[in-house]
T-cell receptor, first 112, second 113 residues
Framework: QQQVKQSPQSLIVQKGGISIINCAYE??????FPWYQQFPGKGPALLIA?????SEKKEGRFTISFNKSAKQFSLHIMDSQPGDSATYFC???????????FGQGTRLTINP | DAGVTQSPTHLIKTRGQHVTLRCSPI?????VSWYQQVLGQGPQFIFQ???????GRGNFPDRFSARQFPNYSSELNVNALLLGDSALYLC????????????FGDGTRLSIL
């Protein structure tokens, strides 16, 4: 119940296209869902996050869609750019604990 | 403002040795958490410290320990190193015990020979 399942494992998108990464969880106690972006040799950097009381959050080209009943959430990157090429991790956080549970990661490549 | 800083950047040890990794949180942040990231996987939670006390522990053996100092910086100690301890060790800080988001440093790359 502590797992977060992420797909796809890798993704190749053309410049200007839409990148979509999906995550699913089981634990209904999770109350905060961040997405992190990680470049080689760097730590994860917070990209965008959502709480389960909203179904969508948009920040610039990045959008999280959240489906509470299906226990799924996804990251959409609009107008994908070569600089977006990185590994993306979804994560979930439970009430009363600081532990983040991460998905397995998606390696995104944007072709110019 | 400085982000989360970790030292050293890279470290090479041999099996059976001991290692100490250090973390300074973002100024004003009182919570520090440690994660282990094995190559090709997502980070795994090891510990959280808040106000110098352990507030959470992941599924790691007792060879792993940590502490937090009055200035909120933290050390992660690993004893009797195994080959499987080779990983990127990440430190994350947040303002309060349960507050989000957590901000990560760039980690310490530990290689065990």
């Amino acid at each position: 119940q502590q797992q977060v399942k992420q797909s796809p494992q890798s993704l190749i998108v053309q410049k200007g296209g839409i990148s979509i990464i999906n995550c699913a969880y089981e634990n209904t106690a999770f109350d905060y869902f961040p997405w992190y972006q990680q470049f080689p040799g760097k730590g994860p950097a917070l990209l965008i996050a959502i709480r389960p009381d909203v179904s969508e959050k948009k920040e610039g080209r990045f959008t999280i869609s959240f489906n509470k009943s299906a226990k799924q959430f996804s990251l959409h990157i609009m107008d994908s750019q070569p600089g977006d090429s990185a590994t993306y991790f979804c994560a979930a956080h439970g009430q009363g604990a600081q532990k983040l549970v991460f998905g397995q990661g998606t390696r995104l490549t944007i072709n110019p | 403002d400085a982000g989360v800083t970790q030292s050293p950047t890279h470290l090479i040890k041999t099996r059976g040795q001991h290692v100490t990794l250090r973390c300074s949180p973002i100024s004003g942040h009182k919570s520090v958490s440690w994660y282990q990231q094995v190559l090709g996987q997502g980070p795994q939670f090891i510990f959280q410290y808040y106000e110098k006390e352990e507030r959470g522990r992941g599924n790691f053996p007792d060879r792993f320990s940590a502490r937090q100092f009055p200035n909120y910086s933290s050390e992660l100690n690993v004893n009797a190193l195994l080959l499987g301890d080779s990983a990127l060790y990440l430190c994350a800080s947040s303002s309060g015990q349960y507050s989000q988001p957590q901000h990560f440093g760039d980690g310490t790359r530990l290689s065990i020979l």
